[in-house]
């Protein structure tokens, strides 16, 4: 069993579409988080949740909006997508935001912008 | 977010010890020291925390100084499943939701 799934794993799409990632954890976490990797390896967090609500925000285009239906699922969805836009998102769960809690991510969305 | 210093690659032999470092001296007294990795084309993964106190589990040791300005992470026995980009981040500042924020890491080769 997969702990923290995401879907799809390759997305390679054309500029101005509009495209979702998905996102479950079966941890039973109460948090989840978004991750951008760029083409540089570095890895940023974008967005972070508790118990579906929005706890960090950090300085993303309003084109990324993430939905959180419940506490298992955490969506990505990108309006407009840009070349820049191209990276590694990974999902990621923890149970609470402690400063020692365990953070477990997926194994990453390939997205690509042509 | 405090920062943390480390060397860009290191290189060991297969089933030699690793000593990987960690500079943090602008760590705070709440910080906790946590170390993850990230294996090829994979999302990082956990491999071991502290706050003061020497740390041991499965994967590795983690030996923190005394002034916890620097820390060492220790895999005991390399293997070619341990080559990847592994990051020492500060986890603190509940204001900033105790935010897991990667640096640069430094990328471990093990040669057979």
């Known amino acids: 069993d997969t702990a923290v799934s995401q879907t799809p794993k390759y997305l390679v799409t054309q500029m101005g579409n509009d495209k979702s990632i998905k996102c479950e954890q079966n941890?039973?976490?109460?948090?989840m988080y978004w991750y951008k990797q760029d083409s540089k390896k570095f890895l940023k967090i974008m967005f972070s949740?508790?118990?579906?609500?929005?706890?960090i925000n950090e300085t993303v285009p309003n084109r990324f909006s993430p939905k959180s239906p419940d506490k298992a699922h955490l969506n990505l969805h990108i309006n407009s997508l840009e070349l820049g836009d191209s990276a590694v998102y990974f999902c990621?769960?923890?149970?609470?935001?402690?400063?020692?809690?365990?953070?477990?991510f997926g194994e990453g969305s390939w997205l690509t912008v042509v | 977010d405090a920062k943390t210093t480390q060397p860009n690659s290191m290189e060991s032999n297969e089933e030699e010890p690793v000593h990987l470092p960690c500079n943090h001296s602008?760590?705070?007294?709440?910080?906790?020291i946590h170390w993850y990795r990230q294996l090829p084309s994979q999302g990082p993964e956990y491999v071991i925390h502290?706050?003061?106190s020497n740390v041991n589990n499965r994967m590795a040791s983690l030996a923190i100084a005394e002034d916890r300005k620097s820390s060492t992470l220790i895999l005991h026995r390399a293997t070619l499943r341990d080559a990847a980009v592994y990051y020492c981040?500060?986890?603190?500042?509940?204001?900033?939701?105790?935010?897991?924020?990667f640096g640069g890491g430094t990328r471990v080769l093990v040669k057979p």
């Open positions: 502290g706050l003061t």
């Open positions: 941890l039973g976490h109460d948090t």
């Open positions: 990621a769960s923890s149970q609470g935001q402690g400063r020692a809690n365990t953070i477990y």
């Open positions: 949740y508790n118990n579906k609500e929005l706890i």
């Open positions: 981040i500060l986890r603190g500042t509940k204001a900033a939701g105790n935010k897991l924020t």
């Open positions: 602008t760590i705070s007294g709440t910080d906790y």
